[in-house]
């Protein structure tokens, strides 16, 4: 439901108060509790005498109703009545040979003394009971008896002191929402080095300032507002028209604009400034001239100094599209817990347990469909502080923790950056993980850690989506234009320069059917060429570096002959890279040299998973000789067997500091790890390839075991490339 931007929407609603069907319940619970002994046929309830009553009760703001409501429609995955009706499971609860009851259920392997526990269920059964219950929605009642209300910790306690809040709102941008959201905003500012502005950020290039009353908005220089913080704006374009600054118009912009002329997305982040007192808000439809003689490419390389020196950047995770607004109306009962006064409050303490938004369905941060969107992965990553104002209400995330209207507190994070951080702000950890590296590449930690962190940026921007895979690279191209300037390093094609032979042994994660690459926009060997599907980037270990699992102790590689031309992440991407590029043009061409193999496919199921996996092998390998160590991952669905070949880009030789493997003697036996490309041949030049997957080999630990008992070195057990490197051939990869 739309909502004008006013404060007039401002509205609460009142927990705890039950509508006549639910107080009826509550007053026949009261008595069944007090017996101990109840037998299960006694905890069969009338409690709604028709589905309609549920959904009425929801509707007129009952809190056990709407709890209930709520996961009516998540087990039916339809919102609202004429939906859930026409689902063939719950047109079952208005038929007229079946009865709607409400049955308790204890749950002893949740209770715990002095709390008892159990699964309020609702649901259907023929009137004659010859069914079981068919159940429709379900809720989670704690029941305390008094006396042993001293037992209860101090967590519980202030609990029970939440559940008094007189009013709850109904807006997701009220009064009471935004002191909140100024406490938040308060002590992080106060609280948060990380989340701090760096000073060498610059100034956007230009800002919305709004007027005192929030009525219009004029375009103006960033750099004239120097002191000034701003906010900047996180949304879905999608693909209707709106209002965008073009050259024809830019003097209307900086004459002003009424806020009532602007996109609906656009009046509620004015109204989200207004309220926390903030004058300049950046939005790029607004703040970079569009059109073919715009300053995109320009504009876009800047986006570290927009969303990470932006005080905030509010999120419109509830808006598909500009003709939404974000700020909604929604019910908050649902989300909070319900107490029911079952008889004398004096000797009872019963509550049912609200959803809690933040943990329902995609109603938190990097799981709103918003955080789909590809230009939104960086716009995440760089802010320090984001607003995520959803369907069902608002999140608050910054570097330095989570924070909801259910969990107030700032959830501080526990400082590692690959694990999910609490699930969700490990993407703001890495952008600070990454600042906070020096910049000597040289230095073999921070070489390690810098290819890491890179490994994780990448690895999750593949999760997201693009409208037009040509922006793969410029939709992150404000994180790594910042990379380019901290380490002085360039890129080709997405791929760092200074570490080329580490950057080309990605891989695809191929448990998906539909798993394809066929952009053809980019030399095979960059990831830039990939539709569909999710992205893994092995980080091998070099001479003197030390990993978090594995210590290298020596290692073989592939060498660089010539490298391709280094491209900025702004670069064009033109449809039809291969029939545009030959040899002769370097451009995206790599020359390598190194072991090359002829191999074959060879598919077998997973003895533990059940899964295909596919084993390479080389073309006149013996069937008794096969040891299923060398696996393939293609990077498209369907690849031919013939013209395959292995070309080995790193051999390592690890000590597994977690296994530590040893002989007789407790000598400790380091593992072999390859890992290289699977190519086939072109059409271009005898020694011309293209990437096709990626392999990885380790043979087991314990063949490694007796070949170095036997004195051996182990490198015999590699089946690929057994021995010693040899000289190797020279190969071009296009």
Same mark, same amino acid.
């Given at each position: #439901?739309?909502?004008?931007?006013?404060?007039?929407?401002?509205?609460?609603?009142?927990?705890?108060?039950?509508?006549?069907?639910?107080?009826?319940?509550?007053?026949?619970?009261?008595?069944?509790?007090?017996?101990?002994?109840?037998?299960?046929?006694?905890?069969? %309830?009338?409690?709604?005498?028709?589905?309609?009553?549920?959904?009425?009760?929801?509707?007129?703001?009952? $809190?056990?109703?709407?709890?209930?409501?709520?996961?009516?429609?998540?087990?039916?995955?339809?919102?609202?009545?004429?939906?859930?009706?026409?689902?063939?499971?719950?047109?079952?609860?208005?038929?007229?040979?079946?009865?709607?009851?409400?049955?308790?259920?204890?749950?002893?392997?949740?209770?715990?003394?002095?709390?008892?526990?159990?699964?309020?269920?609702?649901?259907?059964?023929?009137?004659?009971?010859?069914?079981?219950?068919?159940?429709?929605?379900?809720?989670?009642?704690?029941?305390?008896?008094?006396?042993?209300?001293?037992?209860?910790? +101090?967590?519980?306690?202030?609990?029970?002191?939440?559940?008094?809040?007189?009013? +709850?709102?109904?807006?997701?941008?009220?009064?009471?929402?935004?002191?909140?959201?100024?406490?938040?905003?308060?002590?992080?500012?106060?609280?948060?080095?990380?989340?701090?502005?760096?000073?060498?950020?610059?100034?956007?290039?230009?800002?919305?300032?709004?007027?005192?009353?929030?009525?219009?908005?004029?375009?103006?220089?960033?750099?004239?507002?120097?002191?000034?913080?701003?906010?900047?704006?996180?949304?879905?374009?999608?693909?209707?028209?709106?209002? #965008? +600054?073009?050259?024809?118009?830019?003097?209307?912009?900086?004459?002003?604009?009424?806020?009532?002329?602007?996109?609906?997305?656009?009046?509620?982040?004015?109204?989200?400034?207004?309220?926390?007192?903030?004058?300049?808000?950046?939005?790029?439809?607004?703040?970079?001239?569009?059109?073919?003689?715009?300053? %995109?490419?320009?504009?876009?390389?800047?986006?570290?100094?927009?969303?990470?020196?932006?005080?905030?950047?509010?999120?419109?995770?509830?808006?598909?599209?500009?003709?939404?607004?974000?700020?909604?109306?929604?019910?908050?009962?649902?989300?909070?817990?319900?107490?029911?006064?079952?008889?004398?409050?004096?000797?009872?303490?019963? /509550?049912?347990?609200?959803?809690?938004?933040?943990?329902?369905?995609?109603?938190?941060?990097?799981?709103?469909?918003?955080?789909?969107?590809?230009?939104?992965?960086?716009?995440?990553?760089?802010?320090?502080?984001?607003?995520?104002?959803?369907?069902?209400?608002?999140?608050?995330?910054?570097?330095?923790?989570?924070?909801?209207?259910?969990?107030?507190?700032?959830?501080?994070?526990?400082?590692?950056?690959?694990?999910?951080?609490?699930?969700?702000?490990?993407?703001?950890?890495?952008?600070?993980?990454?600042?906070?590296?020096?910049?000597?590449?040289?230095?073999?930690?921070?070489?390690?850690?810098?290819?890491?962190?890179?490994?994780?940026?990448?690895?999750?921007?593949?999760?997201?989506?693009?409208?037009?895979?040509?922006?793969?690279?410029?939709?992150?191209?404000?994180?790594?234009?910042?990379?380019?300037?901290?380490?002085?390093?360039?890129?080709? /094609?997405?791929?760092? +320069?200074?570490?080329?032979?580490?950057?080309?042994?990605?891989?695809?994660?191929?448990?998906?059917?539909? #798993?394809?690459?066929?952009?053809?926009?980019?030399?095979?060997?960059?990831?830039?060429?990939?539709?569909?599907?999710?992205?893994?980037?092995?980080?091998?270990?070099?001479?003197?570096?030390?990993?978090?699992?594995?210590?290298?102790?020596?290692?073989?590689?592939?060498?660089?002959?010539?490298?391709?031309?280094?491209?900025?992440?702004?670069?064009?991407?033109?449809?039809?890279?291969?029939?545009?590029?030959?040899?002769?043009?370097?451009?995206?061409?790599?020359?390598?040299?190194?072991?090359?193999? @002829?191999?074959?496919?060879?598919?077998?199921?997973?003895? /533990?998973?059940?899964?295909?996996?596919?084993?390479?092998?080389?073309?006149?390998?013996?069937?008794?000789?096969?040891?299923?160590?060398?696996?393939?991952?293609?990077?498209?669905?369907?690849?031919?067997?013939?013209?395959? /070949?292995?070309?080995?880009?790193?051999?390592?030789?690890?000590?597994?500091?977690?296994?530590?493997?040893?002989?007789?003697?407790?000598?400790?036996?380091?593992?072999?790890?390859? $890992?290289?490309?699977?190519?086939?041949?072109?059409?271009?030049?005898?020694?011309? %390839?293209?990437?096709?997957? %990626?392999?990885?080999?380790?043979?087991?630990?314990?063949?490694?075991?007796?070949?170095?008992?036997?004195?051996? @070195?182990?490198?015999?057990? #590699?089946?690929?490339?057994?021995?010693?490197?040899?000289?190797?051939?020279?190969?071009?990869?296009?």
């Amino acid at each position: #439901m739309d909502v004008p931007s006013t404060s007039s929407t401002d509205e609460t609603v009142i927990p705890h108060q039950l509508c006549q069907w639910c107080t009826r319940f509550a007053t026949n619970l009261s008595s069944r509790l007090r017996d101990e002994a109840t037998a299960d046929a006694q905890r069969f %309830f009338s409690h709604y005498d028709d589905i309609r009553d549920l959904i009425q009760g929801s509707q007129s703001q009952c $809190h056990l109703c709407s709890i209930l409501f709520v996961n009516l429609e998540e087990r039916n995955k339809s919102t609202g009545l004429d939906a859930i009706i026409e689902k063939t499971k719950i047109s079952n609860l208005i038929a007229s040979d079946r009865v709607l009851i409400t049955y308790l259920q204890e749950t002893p392997e949740h209770s715990r003394h002095p709390w008892r526990a159990f699964n309020l269920c609702v649901g259907t059964t023929k009137a004659d009971g010859s069914e079981p219950l068919e159940i429709a929605a379900l809720a989670y009642l704690m029941h305390h008896l008094e006396g042993e209300i001293e037992d209860i910790s +101090l967590q519980e306690q202030t609990t029970f002191r939440d559940l008094f809040q007189l009013t +709850l709102s109904t807006w997701t941008c009220s009064g009471l929402y935004m002191q909140l959201i100024k406490v938040w905003l308060s002590r992080c500012k106060a609280r948060h080095d990380s989340c701090q502005s760096r000073p060498d950020l610059r100034r956007p290039t230009r800002l919305l300032k709004i007027s005192r009353d929030g009525k219009a908005v004029r375009l103006v220089p960033g750099a004239n507002e120097s002191d000034a913080p701003f906010a900047a704006l996180s949304y879905c374009w999608g693909k209707v028209p709106q209002l #965008m +600054l073009v050259r024809s118009n830019y003097h209307d912009f900086e004459s002003g604009l009424a806020v009532s002329s602007l996109t609906k997305v656009a009046q509620d982040a004015i109204t989200v400034c207004s309220a926390l007192s903030i004058q300049y808000l950046w939005i790029d439809a607004m703040c970079i001239i569009q059109g073919v003689d715009g300053d %995109f490419q320009q504009e876009a390389a800047r986006m570290e100094d927009v969303y990470a020196g932006s005080l905030v950047t509010i999120v419109a995770a509830a808006a598909s599209d500009t003709t939404e607004h974000f700020l909604k109306r929604r019910n908050p009962l649902p989300w909070r817990d319900c107490r029911l006064h079952l008889g004398d409050s004096r000797h009872y303490r019963s /509550y049912v347990e609200g959803r809690v938004f933040c943990q329902f369905g995609d109603n938190t941060p990097g799981s709103f469909a918003l955080d789909a969107r590809g230009w939104c992965f960086q716009e995440r990553l760089l802010s320090p502080r984001s607003i995520y104002f959803g369907p069902n209400g608002v999140h608050w995330e910054c570097r330095g923790g989570l924070a909801c209207e259910y969990y107030p507190k700032i959830a501080a994070q526990h400082g590692a950056v690959d694990i999910g951080l609490d699930a969700q702000i490990a993407l703001k950890s890495t952008y600070v993980a990454i600042n906070e590296l020096g910049s000597d590449l040289g230095d073999p930690a921070v070489s390690y850690r810098f290819r890491e962190l890179w490994g994780i940026v990448l690895e999750r921007y593949f999760d997201t989506n693009l409208s037009f895979e040509k922006d793969r690279l410029v939709a992150m191209v404000g994180l790594a234009r910042s990379l380019q300037y901290k380490f002085d390093i360039q890129a080709s /094609y997405g791929l760092w +320069l200074a570490f080329f032979l580490d950057e080309l042994l990605w891989s695809m994660d191929t448990s998906s059917n539909e #798993m394809t690459r066929n952009l053809d926009i980019a030399p095979s060997w960059s990831w830039v060429n990939l539709r569909d599907g999710k992205i893994f980037c092995s980080n091998t270990l070099h001479h003197g570096e030390v990993g978090e699992e594995h210590r290298l102790v020596d290692s073989t590689s592939a060498e660089i002959v010539r490298l391709p031309t280094a491209t900025d992440f702004t670069a064009s991407l033109i449809q039809g890279f291969s029939q545009k590029h030959k040899l002769d043009d370097p451009s995206g061409v790599v020359r390598l040299k190194g072991r090359l193999l @002829r191999c074959k496919k060879r598919c077998t199921k997973s003895k /533990y998973s059940g899964a295909t996996v596919t084993f390479l092998d080389p073309m006149e390998q013996p069937e008794d000789k096969i040891k299923n160590v060398a696996m393939l991952r293609q990077d498209q669905a369907a690849l031919d067997d013939e013209d395959l /070949y292995c070309f080995l880009v790193r051999r390592e030789y690890r000590a597994d500091n977690e296994h530590e493997w040893t002989d007789e003697e407790n000598v400790q036996i380091d593992t072999i790890w390859d $890992h290289g490309l699977v190519l086939t041949r072109t059409d271009d030049e005898p020694d011309a %390839f293209r990437r096709v997957g %990626f392999f990885t080999e380790s043979p087991p630990a314990q063949e490694l075991k007796q070949i170095r008992a036997a004195g051996g @070195r182990g490198d015999d057990a #590699m089946y690929l490339f057994p021995g010693e490197a040899s000289q190797g051939v020279e190969i071009s990869i296009v």
